[in-house]
């Protein structure tokens, strides 16, 4: 029996909300290829969970939405050969995504002004530059 999806600690996905179809996967495997059905697609419709909060809703459906049809997050995985690691490893990539989707927004910048000192000093800079470049090319040269 498939396990619940632990996605952080206040959030858990019930295994009865996933979805999975198998189907058969390009790639390794020689002639079992052909007759295994070892890729995974893993879907979890995020619009409508109830395990879900409302606060955390939102903001994942706004981070995900270029990856979401219809509110329905869908997770491919065929890199293995047995259907098994196909399903582990679809199952850690859509709770790492969910993470970061869920992750809280960085905090905000407080915009700063450089003081006098740095000030000063970028113009003493400039000056001294300044005369180091009208002192090159003074010179004409007879080619």
Known sequence: MPEDIVVTRTLTIPAGELSERFSRSSGPGGQGV???????ELSFDLASSPSVPEH??????ERLANRLVDGVITIASSEQRAQLQN?????????????D?????????????????????????????SITKRGRGRGGHDD
């Open 56 to 61: 955390l809703r939102a903001r994942m459906l």
């Open 34 to 40: 052909n007759t295994a059905d070892s890729r995974v």
């Open 87 to 99: 399903r582990a490893a679809a199952r850690e990539r859509l709770a790492a995504l969910l993470r």
């Open 101 to 129: 989707a869920a992750a809280p927004p960085p905090p905000v910048r407080r915009p700063t002004k450089p003081s006098r000192g740095a000030k000063e000093r970028r113009i003493a800079e400039k000056k001294r530059r």
